[in-house]
């Protein structure tokens, strides 16, 4: 089973940042939290990965609470080309499954 | 590098045919999934391999599934007789190293059995 919770679906104008909040309550010490999404009829995407400190590349920011129990995706101009599933996930501890759950479907909209 | 080929991009089949689904993972990555993806069920890990050995098949629903991964550059997926909840989008990744962060999907295979 998944170990996050996200809500189902949200909206966000073109231009402006979109934050998607995660739940990982279960969390624990080791393991990795990782953002991938899923843009219609294609194979989902790696986005950020991230342990303890917040993280920033090319596509995203990933902010982390202090005490690892959620975390928030930040697309910082959102495009068009935005619109897709994002899926949080927790990687099980000591393998290399990612167990997704149902995501956020994200609309962003003109 | 052209990233992970999956083929047949479609494949439409009668209830009890045999369905292989095959997969070319990127050079060079040592780890390859199989994932499974319906409205009803979501993104499902159904098998994973490293270095060509098979690690984890608890998601395989049954016996009539069965993947192959006769070397670092071809894998196969195949159902065996096919049945029509069988029907569904199939992923296929890779990565590279222990506990690597990425993971690359192919475009998937869409499955359907009448």
């Known amino acids: 089973d998944a170990k996050t919770t996200q809500p189902p679906s949200m909206d966000c104008a073109e231009g402006r940042a979109a934050n998607l909040p995660c739940n990982h309550s279960t969390i624990s010490g080791n393991e990795y939290v990782y953002w991938y999404r899923q843009i219609h009829s294609q194979g989902p995407q790696y986005i950020i990965h991230?342990?303890?400190n917040n993280e920033t590349n090319e596509m995203a920011s990933l902010i982390i609470t202090e005490d690892r129990k959620s975390s928030t995706l930040i697309l910082p101009h959102a495009t068009l080309r935005d619109t897709a599933v994002y899926y949080c996930i927790v990687r099980v501890r000591n393998t290399d499954k990612l167990i997704f759950g149902t995501g956020t479907r994200l609309q962003v909209f003109p | 590098d052209a990233g992970v080929i999956q083929s047949p991009r479609h494949e439409v089949t009668e209830m009890g045919q045999e369905v292989t689904l095959r997969c070319k993972p990127i050079s060079g990555h040592d780890y390859l999934f199989w994932y499974r993806q319906t409205m009803m069920r979501g993104l499902e890990l159904l098998i994973y391999f490293n270095n060509n050995v098979p690690i984890d098949d608890s998601g395989m629903p049954e016996d009539r599934f069965s993947a192959k991964m006769p070397n670092a550059s071809f894998s196969t997926l195949k159902i065996q007789p096919s049945e029509p909840r069988d029907s569904a989008v199939y992923f296929c990744a890779s990565s590279q190293g222990v506990f690597s962060y990425e993971q690359y999907f192919g475009p998937g295979t869409r499955l359907t059995v009448t």
């Open positions: 991230g342990l303890k």
